[in-house]
């Protein structure tokens, strides 16, 4: 039998990456194997304005077995069914980058393709964006929950916008009720073994000392352990992506109740808006080498649809990583082990991955010491992941229009990563999106993006021509008649959420 | 615009399979966007002891290509495979079997292989490959229709052994049926201008042009590595072979439904059956002489030996699949170990790639830079999986000692460990063989990983073995359910389909 004693692992820092963490951990793992403590201080905020996230955050509240309806009423949740890009490309112009697919496969042929094709045989198909049914739903603020056996139209999946700062909350229950150990304090020092480097324990402001076996940082841009202490060196990449400072707040609730996140472009960065059901999160992600602090906040407070409800919080941050996610024994989990803007609200995804990738790879209470040849691996995922959001965002800023704004002249100048200039050539020439095992981000979401960002490949893969033009614009004719028929009889995203997890009450209007 | 008429003629310059199924896959797929294809045939250089002993997902190419199945295999007395099994005969290491399929079923909603590891730690001495449906139902000589029940449990898939000769023939009589032109050629010479190939010479007499130009002529490499001069990347010092011995034997009276690979000591030997003959492939080193080796094929194989011929073997793949117009194909690209029978899918890989990156206009530098960067990782990672047989065995004699002293990967390497260390599969992109293919292979060749995935403590030991035990009882019933190999042989050409 294995009789070893229980592996400690320590986590430090609350928020979201913590009792993300903590929670999984405590569900995850055997409690006779391993025990849990959690450190965190109050004296430490959040920010807690409005989160937008990915569809896989719905695979990590069910692995934690948590009832959706609750969970978004405990966390203001909303359902999100893709993101809209306002001005990205030029003043006026929007697209959505749904959570779902554009058109079918036809002869085992991708959709847009078939699209070009018809475009160019002069079959004047509609806009790419309206042979996706996650796009039609978006652009009648409708909802309704996809039917994976019977998809009526195109398949597509959705997400949520919750308040972080609630959803940290609720996964703090979720994990004290399940063995995890909380412990109020300031880390002041971390001591690490002599010979090996590993850390051995803390020491907190209280003076209380914790010894651990397992560490994992999530104390954010501090980065105290995997930073400061064990020197996982910062791989800046702020010449690629500038922005630097956001400004966030949150306002009343208007009547604009979207099923998506807004993205809009402006001078010197971006502004989000995720509706909640209680308010709306708001925000301004800008580049202080071209816009001040405060000019960025007016515009950010001239933009809101509703009363503010608080003074807006400046964010720090920069745009990189940390060399090795996870070194000697210790792993950082969200902003510890790097930062990526949330224009594609990835943050908690990295987190959620990170968190996942780091429990299959923990070291055995057997062994306790954490091994090489696994943290290697981990590393190896989260370099590729880290690298294809990387080059996605990237993707959103390049390919733009705004001539004469110097901070998108800038990153239209900028050299890009070799692996994007390669894919946005294969596009430009051919409509061609190379296919990743992993995924992430779909062929889909470049397309949405790609075609969004008012690219237009010159030409089309030749594949396509196996179908009869005639029989090609009857397949478009039928698929874009389903695709509207399906959007137009859901029913309103405010009225799927007042029944689903709402308040009780009536929904509150707007103020005006 | 497309501008089709700036590739309108492809050429394919090639012999038996390869040639044909290339000119099969590109007419099928292109021929409405106005391509026409045209073989130039040279005279072929497989034999009756020559099969193909294919992957799984050759199926899916001839999907695609509408090919009846049944057909197929009745018309080329071919027969079906779910896999390899692995014998030591230089006596230190147990079999294994490498199956066309996933081993285990999940757990408490965890994978299988962590808790097959908890339980070797524990003490549960059961061999990792009886919980593979598919390695169980080759045992027993039937092949497995999956039910819904068998695909809840995990996931299961064949292969073929095609006998070369008819195999090519039946791809060339589709071809022609199909619309492709053909000329045959004993000598091709080729007119070259600055953008590539312009022409053929055929026998010192007729002229064929083309826009764009298949190599599928093999390991000569006539267009890409002779004509345009695209060098090699030897892999020469990974693996201990270089010389292979081609025969034939008795067919079996019940064809297994897997080949067999036995180790001796100075080398291995491969059985594949077919409905026409036993296939014998013996792979050694030139250090061993002829007459030695075909002693040593004839005891391994236990068979008496018909037309045996040697032929040389170099690993190695073009540094480039796609020079200016012109793509290799299979052995004209890469030449892999004789191991796995990879031959066929490396004609897959490099048509499969071909497609969605067929020149649309007379420009495609980005097209050729697109596919010999996949091409390359997918060559690479197949040869991993055989460098890591090779590495890795425990195998008797000289030949097993200096293959396991062969240069490794960093990708290997880093799989190895990481298997090593949690079983956990580090999975590339562009890999053609799948995470359970690794398993088989690991485990089979005694990596057994020193720790499992944690989320698994979560089940008890007691159920554990209650699942471990129904799992097996699942197995059994279901196989025992299957018909037998000779049933599916027996059909009538252009009888049913079986159903996949």
């Known amino acids: ?512 | 615009m497309n501008d089709p008429a700036a590739i309108r003629e492809l050429v394919i310059v090639g012999r038996d399979a390869p040639a044909w199924l290339a000119a099969c896959v590109m007419q099928e797929a292109l021929g409405a966007s106005g391509l026409r294809v045209t073989v130039v045939e040279l005279a072929p250089a497989v034999d009756t002891a020559d099969v193909y002993a294919t992957l799984p997902a050759l199926e899916s190419l001839h999907a695609r290509l509408r090919i009846d199945e049944t057909r197929l295999i009745a018309d080329t007395r071919g027969t079906f495979t779910l896999g390899r099994r692995f014998v030591d005969a230089t006596g230190t290491s147990a079999p294994f079997f490498h199956a066309f399929g996933s081993t285990g079923a999940r757990i408490d909603g965890a994978e299988f292989l962590p808790h097959w590891i908890k339980a070797r730690h524990l003490g549960l001495p059961v061999a990792f490959e009886d919980f593979c449906i598919t390695a169980t139902a080759a045992r027993y000589g039937r092949l497995l229709l999956p039910d819904a029940d068998i695909e809840r449990h995990g996931f299961t898939d064949y292969g073929y052994h095609l006998p070369a000769i008819p195999y090519g023939e039946w791809l060339k009589r589709l071809a022609l049926r199909r619309g492709v032109a053909v000329h045959h050629a004993r000598d091709v010479g080729v007119t070259r201008t600055n953008a590539g190939i312009a022409g053929l010479e055929l026998d010192g007499g007729r002229r064929v042009t083309g826009d764009f130009f298949i190599d599928a002529s093999g390991e000569s490499s006539l267009l890409l590595g002779r004509a345009l001069g695209v060098a090699r990347d030897s892999w020469r010092e990974s693996f201990p072979v270089d010389r292979v011995l081609f025969a034939h034997g008795a067919p079996f009276a019940t064809p297994p439904i897997h080949g067999e690979v036995r180790a001796g000591e100075s080398g291995w030997l491969a059985l594949h059956a077919s409905q026409v003959c036993t296939h014998v492939l013996h792979a050694y080193s030139s250090d061993i002489p002829l007459d030695a080796a075909l002693e040593n094929a004839a005891r391994l194989a236990g068979l008496e030996l018909h037309d045996a011929q040697m032929r040389t073997r170099d690993p190695g793949r073009r540094v480039l699949a796609w020079q200016d117009n012109c793509v290799g194909l299979g052995d004209a690209a890469c030449v892999f170990d004789p191991l796995h029978g990879l031959d066929l899918q490396a004609v897959q890989l490099g048509l499969v790639h071909l497609l969605p990156l067929f020149p649309v206009t007379a420009d495609y530098a980005i097209e050729r830079d697109e596919y010999n960067k996949n091409v390359r990782s997918a060559f690479e990672r197949s040869r991993d999986f055989q460098v890591a047989h090779y590495a890795l065995n425990r195998y008797r004699g000289d030949f097993w000692a200096r293959a396991r002293l062969a240069p490794v990967s960093a990708e290997l390497l880093r799989k190895i460990g990481s298997f090593r260390a949690r079983g956990e599969t580090v999975h590339y992109e562009d890999e053609s063989f799948t995470i359970a293919d690794w398993q088989s292979l690991l485990i089979g060749h005694g990596v057994i990983p020193e720790s499992w995935d944690p989320a698994v403590d979560r089940t008890p030991p007691e159920r554990l073995t209650e699942e471990m035990r129904r799992i097996l009882a699942f197995i059994r019933q279901k196989v025992e359910t299957q018909r037998p190999h000779a049933d599916y042989l027996r059909a009538v050409p252009g009888g049913s389909h079986h159903g996949r």
């Open chain 1, 1 to 512: 039998m294995l009789q070893s004693s229980p592996l400690h692992i320590v986590i430090v820092g609350g928020g979201s990456a913590g009792w993300m963490c903590a929670a999984a951990a405590a569900q995850v793992l055997h409690p006779a194997r391993y025990r849990i403590t959690l450190i965190e201080s109050e004296e430490i905020g959040t920010v807690g304005v409005g989160e937008a996230t990915l569809p896989a955050l719905r695979d990590f509240n069910e692995l934690l077995k948590i009832d959706e309806a609750q969970f978004m009423r405990e966390t203001q949740g909303t359902f999100k069914l893709g993101i809209e890009f306002r001005d990205w490309d030029l003043p006026g112009g929007h697209y959505l980058h749904p959570f779902g697919s554009f058109g079918q496969l036809w002869g085992g042929t991708e959709f847009q393709h078939h699209w070009m094709r018809a475009r160019q045989h002069g079959l004047e198909p509609a806009p790419f964006e309206e042979y996706c049914c996650a796009v039609a739903a978006c652009r009648r603020n409708a909802f309704e929950f996809p039917d994976l056996k019977n998809p009526h139209s195109t398949f597509y999946g959705y997400a949520y916008h919750f308040d972080a700062g609630l959803y940290a909350d609720f996964l703090r229950r979720w994990a004290s009720a399940r063995g995890v150990r909380r412990i109020e304090g300031m880390v002041v020092d971390v001591a690490l073994h002599a010979e090996s480097g590993d850390i051995t324990g803390l020491t907190l402001k209280s003076g209380q000392k914790l010894d651990g076996d397992f560490f994992v940082d999530c104390s954010g841009f501090r980065s105290l352990l995997l930073g400061d202490k064990l020197g996982s060196a910062w791989e800046d990449w702020t010449h690629w992506l500038p922005c630097d400072r956001a400004w966030a707040v949150p306002c009343e609730r208007s009547d604009d109740f979207t099923p998506f996140t807004r993205s809009i472009a402006k001078p010197g960065g971006w502004i989000w808006r995720i509706p909640l059901q209680h308010r709306t999160g708001n925000g301004h992600v800008f580049s202080t080498r071209f816009i001040g602090e405060d000019e960025a906040r007016a515009a950010l407070m001239g933009q809101l649809d509703g009363r503010a409800l608080a003074e807006p919080k400046l964010l720090r941050f920069r745009a990189g990583r940390r060399a090795q996610a996870w070194k000697r024994n210790c792993v950082g989990i969200g902003l510890a082990a790097g930062f990526l803007e949330p224009l594609e609200s990835t943050s908690l995804f990295l987190i959620q991955k990170g968190i996942q990738d780091m429990l299959r790879l923990l070291p055995s209470p057997e062994v306790r010491r954490a091994d090489q040849r696994l943290a290697d691996e981990f590393n190896r995922l989260s370099d590729q992941l880290y690298e294809r959001i990387r080059d996605f965002l990237i993707l959103h800023y390049v390919a733009n229009r705004r001539h004469g704004e110097p901070l998108w002249d800038h990153v239209r100048g900028h050299a890009m990563p070799d692996s994007l200039r390669h894919k946005l050539a294969l596009f430009r020439a051919r409509g061609h999106v190379p296919y990743f095992k992993d995924g992430f981000f779909s062929r889909d979401s470049w397309l949405a993006v790609l075609f969004g960002q008012g690219l237009m490949p010159e030409h089309y893969d030749r594949l396509a021509d196996a179908v009869p033009l005639p029989l090609l614009d009857q397949r478009l004719r039928e698929l874009h008649a389903r695709v509207a028929a399906h959007a137009a009889r859901m029913q309103s995203h405010a009225a799927v959420i007042s029944r689903h997890c709402g308040e009780p009450a009536p929904i509150r209007q707007a103020a005006s």
